[in-house]
């Protein structure tokens, strides 16, 4: 299996030192294996996603000596492909309409005991299933939002995955955890036509991705992956979730963290050397 990795940036800010981490330990991953690396742009979140803010991710990752193959993949074009994927799933009955706002989950969520913080799931709270008895039938609903049934999309599975890295472990996948600990994920949003995980899921396929480098806020979140691949006949890659480059006070840093852009320390005199000892490379 020849290595192929990705770095998987959304245009919707800069990139800071944990962005430039991932990158060059993905970067750094393929070039010992022999392998190659790609990168694709999350931008399926078309409010938030700036041309600006793409330029200046290729212009940061040129910089730091990174070079990927072209053409880069962009999730904005591949609309037809997620919307394929939903209706196998919708024929196959495994997606419900979901009309429900924030407000009402968390008004459904933490009804049984008022005050009380629901349980929460990689998605923020696990869905009380409020919509879960909507119609199914018929041709699959335009500019609704969807969510996965996940006690009858995860049924039987017993799957695993394989972490490696420092946490290198193989990692279970089973419907009773997906069900009660996951819950009844979106897989395509209102506003979108897709989501974060069908989309991930979709693309690491399309573009042979054997080694997904990411940071570890993602681990909970590959169970759901697995599922999805599972559902669509897709192959596991391999994982390797690596910590999270976090500030002096340990905080993880954010897109809005502008002193830990790339930018500010390339402004300020840093060479990619100099970001790469910041990092820990
Ligand atoms: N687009 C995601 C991000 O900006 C990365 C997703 C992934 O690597 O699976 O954090």
Known sequence: MTFRTRFAPSPTGPLHLGHAYSALLAHDMALKAGGSFVLRIEDIDQSRARPEWEAQIFDDLAWLGLSWAEPVMRQSDRAPVYRKALDTLWQR???????????????????????????????????????????????????????????????????????????????????????????????????????????????????????????????????IHVVLQRLLGLPTPIYHHHPLIRDEAGKRLAKRDDARAIATYRAAGDSPADIRARVGL
Not at 125 to 145: H, K, M, N, Q, V
Not at 182 to 188: F, H, I, K, P, T
Not at 190 to 199: F, I, K, N, V
């Open 93 to 223: 009955g495994l997606l419900y309409p979901c009309l429900c706002n924030r407000r009402d989950i968390m008004e459904a969520a933490s009804a049984p005991q008022e005050g009380v913080t629901p349980p929460m799931g990689p998605d923020g709270i696990i869905y009380p299933g409020t919509c879960r008895g909507r119609d199914r039938s018929g041709p699959l609903p335009d500019g609704a939002a969807l969510r996965l049934d996940m006690a009858r999309a995860a049924r039987g599975i017993d799957a695993v995955f394989t972490e490696t890295g420092t946490n290198a472990r193989t990692v279970r996948v089973d419907a009773e955890t997906l069900i009660s600990q996951v819950g009844d994920v979106v897989l395509a949003r209102r506003d979108m036509g897709t989501s974060y995980h069908l989309s991930v899921v979709l693309d690491d396929a399309a573009q042979d991705i054997t080694h997904v480098v990411r940071g570890e806020d993602l681990f909970e979140a590959t169970q």
